[in-house]
């Protein structure tokens, strides 16, 4: 038992070092210097960096079922759970669509996809199309324009008639939806049968987490290919022009951060200076791993054991706001969508705002489970009911993202525990709320 002990130790510090902020930065510049000098040479070994995508994309669903089965099967498990459940999701709805009011603001006002020359426009085009992707489309003009009711394609969208298939065909939102019913049900059955379900929906998230953390490990080569490929269809334009973007959703996060600190401070009744330091630790978990359920038990330690809230509540509602309720995710594809609006100069008025945000908000949770590049293709919820093709910006994107998801990731566990805060009482001021549970249905968290 040693030797596979000292192998995952040994694999651990592996993967901790090739995942070090300083590699990733390597391999862009790498990347980038490949990209322009031997062009030929880097379109040859883009494969590499599609084949990491695809494995990423291969443990999204794993992960999604299982976690969003788990926690919705605790937070069945607590006493008034129905008026908790009302009071969850109302409240984290609510903030989420604050976050992507605040995101569609920000990119109204400063337009990171507004002024960008047809050169550019046209090298995008040639991406699209030596790339092979069947996009017949001009990226200088505004595409057609989707004739069905965009609100009524989103709702339709996430009840799905046949599960494997929804499974099959990745249907992230539909997967979503019925995981949710499979995990009331198994919290409702309280038995020998769902605990050993749970117990086996947990092995199932610890491995295809364990398998995300091996692929961390071939982070810098994958990200070497992929924007090595990019820069020899696109030039390093294409960079350039996200500098813009990479700035204002950077400030856009570091913005909804402070403000999720102040709310803290104000839910908590503690001093600020206790709301910073309970955060340093769960913040620089999540910054350094880009993965906000690497924090998420020091993010618990503090809400409970250093902001004083009610541990039971906190333990179920938690995590599946983290893995669920995704507010970097949402603000980061409100933006996305914004950038891409006005990239093919597409108007956003009242109704496709609104849009954008609902549509991003549904896009975050059909992501729960995946991370980095991995969140990109739950784009397609919000762009197809405004006709934006995603896959003439998602390499762009995904030459970002290293830059952008620990921001998210951040953002995403700090607003987490906000919303936590307002549904979990304090124990100081509040009688807390026992949860009722059976020790051999759903283990301790």
Known sequence: MLIPETLAKNVSKFVKKVSAPYLLLLSIILGIGLGTMAPEFSKNIEFIGRIYVDLLKLCVLPILFSAICISTAQLINIQDSRKLIFKLCFTLIATQFLAGALALAAGLVFQPGAGINEQTLASLGGQINVSGINYEIALNSPPKADTENPFLNLISSTVPSNIFEALSESRSLQVVFFSILFGVSLGLMKGYSSNRILLALEEVYTSFRMIIKWLTAILPLGLFSLISAQIAKTGFATIVLMGKFVIITSITLILIYIVNLVMLWIRSGQSFRTVLKSSREYSMITMATS???????????????????????????????????????????????????????????????????????????????????????????????????????????????????????????????????????????????????????????
């Open 291 to 445: 993965n906000s359920s690497a924090g998420m038990p020091s993010a618990i330690y503090s809400l409970t054991e250093k902001l004083k809230f009610d541990t039971q509540i906190v333990n179920a509602v938690l995590p599946i706001s983290i893995i669920a309720f995704r507010y970097g995710v949402v603000t980061y594809f409100t933006l996305v969508t914004v950038f891409a609006a006005q990239l093919y100069g597409v108007h956003i008025g009242f109704n496709e705002g609104l849009l954008i945000i609902v549509g991003s908000m549904f896009g975050a949770v059909a992501s729960s489970g995946s991370a980095g590049v991995a969140t990109l293709p739950a784009l397609e919820i919000v762009f197809k009911p405004l006709a934006l093709p995603l896959d003439s910006v998602l390499v762009l994107l995904i030459a970002i993202d290293p830059v952008l998801n620990p921001l998210r990731a951040t953002t995403n566990i700090s607003a987490s525990m906000v919303g936590s805060s307002f549904i979990a009482p304090r124990r100081d001021t509040e009688q807390s709320v026992v949860m009722v549970r059976n020790p051999d249905v759903i283990p301790e968290a």
